[in-house]
């Protein structure tokens, strides 16, 4: 019924999550890009039906912002991680998480 990735699997490791999907494939991002692509509306904005972004003032990180509190899976296909910034909005699905992967 869908083609997203269902995460089976997810653990830190250093500075990096990793996780297995259900086709068996892996991905493994740094903090560091993971927060940087964090998908929540204050960090990209919000595009409205004319495509016009409305985006809040940049997010002031700081070395807890590329730290990891916790990690809580949302239904089967995404994960959301708590920083240690207070930070936790983004929910990063299997495909996103599978584009960062490198
Ligand atoms: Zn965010």
New binding site residues.
Partial sequence: MSDSLAIENYEIVNDHLLVSFSDTSESMVSLKSL?ER???????GETDALGNLYKGPD?VLNASSYQINGLQPVGYYGLRPFWKDG????IYTGDLLKKLSG
């Avoid at 930070?87 to 983004?90: D, L, Y």
């Fill in positions: 927060r964090c998908p929540c509306a204050s960090c990209i997010p930070h936790n909005t983004g």
